[in-house]
């Protein structure tokens, strides 16, 4: 039994339009809230299996969330460090999960320095997105997405680290979907995918700037960019008021609150930043998230609005 479950596929009306039907991958709906117990659990479970004892991250975010969940039900200690600037939330919800949370440091290379120190022969350090695994174990939700739909001719997704799209477009290739263009979504403050591939080579962006934290990787991983250069993939930018306000549509449409890191690809579709034009039935990934709430997704919006 893998530590993720089997995700609704539905089709959203609200969404589509006539020509275009668009698919909703609701992963929001996995239980710790993401896509990331797809890759990360089928790590956990790889790991264990080769003898290790216990688990470390120093992800604030889902993706801790997704180790310490895997850890709970592996019956495997899981020790999360994060940074002080993590919020109360993520602290939470990570210790909910039984995990050790330690905090550490100003910024996020301290908390994972300290994570890294913490590895021994019984330990496996999860890297949040920078790993064959976690590619290989997102790949699934492909796998699933044609087992219960009509097929698609395109997808459109969020880029953080770019591990999702690594496993996307993994799954694309183990099903033989080698052609069907890949949509990869990033806002335009944490837009290290696009600006790689405008550059031709890796980009390592000075700052970030987004309210979609869950998006803020100052560069893709090399995989990630490797593939753009092989495959179709279309970089998307839109803003986070754009991506703010996909989230609180998407929860009057369907009711599911998601991160604006999710809102991203949402917006992307809605806003018509992603050109669609030439697609008829295209997959969207809920990525999800459980960092946001309704609360913080209006405070960001209303910042934004009062900074304008
Ligand atoms: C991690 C995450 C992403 C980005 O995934 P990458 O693999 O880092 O590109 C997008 N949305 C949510 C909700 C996430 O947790």
Redesign the pocket.
Known sequence: MPLHIETPLIESSSLGRPGLSVWLKL??LQPP????IR?IGHACERHAEAGKRRFVSSSG???GLAVAYAGRRLGLPVTVVVPETTSARARALIEAEGAELRVHGAAWHEANALALSLVDGETAFLH??DDPL?WEG?ASLIDEALRQGPGFDAVV???????????VVEGRRRNGLETCPVFAVETEGAASLARSVEAGRRVTLETISTV?T??A?RE?CEQ?FALTQSHDIRPVLVGDREALRACERFLDDHRIL??P??GA?LAAVSDGAADLSAFRSVLVVV?????ATIDTIRAASAALDEAA
Not at 33 to 36: A, I, L, N, V
Not at 157 to 167: A, T
């Open positions: 992963e929001a809230g993401s896509f990331k890759g975010g889902n993706a949040p997105f976690l997102h997704l969020s880029v953080g680290g770019g591990g999702l799209l690594s496993g979609a869950s998006l990787a893709v990630a998601v991160e890191a999710c690809a990525c999800g998230g459980a960092v």
